[in-house]
Nanobody, 126 residues
Framework: VQLQAFGGGLVQAGGYLRLSCAAS????????MGWFRQAPGKEREFVSAINRSGGRATYADSVKGRFTISRDNAKNTVYLQLNSLKPEDTAVYYCAAGKRSDSVSFYSLLASYDYWGQGTEVTVSS
């Protein structure tokens, strides 16, 4: 599976962005999907994950209520809607795919994923 993330940009605090991650191949629906982010000088951290059908999702506490993950299996794409952005959301955002489990709780760890996309940069100005 090849993943390509896009949709990042520069936005003012309080604004919004929608990130997309397009996957190649015909097996997208067999993968749980996740989003991580990495701020300058910090480790990559979990943001959100969604199961194969899109029926279940989980979020990091820092983004709960502001970010929403979704997927369209017909379009081989997973989305991350970022609302009420804060300067501390500034980071490179990465999408990832994994198929070892369909439980979203399994996918809060980097090691749970099999494939990673390149990042898309989000900058939130104050």
């Amino acid at each position: 599976v090849q993943l390509q993330a896009f949709g990042g940009g520069l936005v003012q605090a309080g604004g919004y962005l929608r990130l997309s991650c397009a996957a190649s191949g015909r097996t997208f629906s067999s993968y749980a999907m996740g989003w991580f982010r990495q701020a300058p000088g910090k480790e990559r951290e979990f943001v959100s994950a969604i199961n194969r059908s899109g029926g279940r999702a989980t979020y990091a506490d820092s983004v709960k209520g502001r970010f929403t993950i979704s997927r369209d299996n017909a379009k081989n794409t997973v989305y991350l809607q970022l609302n009420s952005l804060k300067p501390e959301d500034t980071a490179v955002y990465y999408c990832a795919a994994g198929k070892r489990s369909d439980s979203v709780s399994f996918y809060s760890l980097l090691a749970s994923y099999d494939y990673w996309g390149q990042g898309t940069e989000v900058t939130v100005s104050s």
